[in-house]
Nanobody, 124 residues
Framework: QVQLVESGGGLVQAGGSLRLSCAAS????????MGWFRQAPGQEREFVAG????????AYADSVKGRSTISRDNAKNTVYLQMNSLKPEDTGVYYC?????????????????WGQGTQVTVSS
């Protein structure tokens, strides 16, 4: 059974940083595009960042570009999202996502597996 388990969320002041982690129990992890989405209250889930199976290609939403870095460690079956210069509008539940052999710009309809989410709250 595939599981994606996020960690690293929390409450942080504006301007601060957080590093989210997602541990995946996928036997063929290195064949999956991995990504992060977020969902604010009352809003749709949106793409934040994606990374190819090898880590050689990445993609970011305009809202986080230049402030966030996605990375992965295939030996540890883990993907990370480093977020800096956080803003109150970054607040939401952050979800890890996996799509086998998918494009780095993931869409909600092309995700094979979702994590349970981790809350990120940025105070002003």
């Amino acid at each position: 059974q595939v599981q994606l388990v996020e960690s690293g969320g929390g409450l942080v002041q504006a301007g601060g940083s957080l590093r989210l982690s997602c541990a995946a129990s996928i036997r063929t992890f290195s064949s999956y595009t991995m990504g992060w989405f977020r969902q604010a209250p009352g809003q749709e889930r949106e793409f934040v960042a994606g990374i190819s199976w090898s880590g050689g290609r990445t993609a970011y939403a305009d809202s986080v570009k230049g402030r966030s870095t996605i990375s992965r460690d295939n030996a540890k079956n883990t993907v990370y999202l480093q977020m800096n210069s956080l803003k109150p509008e970054d607040t939401g539940v952050y979800y890890c996502a996996a799509n086998r052999l998918g494009p780095v710009v993931l869409t909600t309809t092309r995700v094979d597996y979702w994590g349970q989410g981790t809350q990120v709250t940025v105070s002003s």
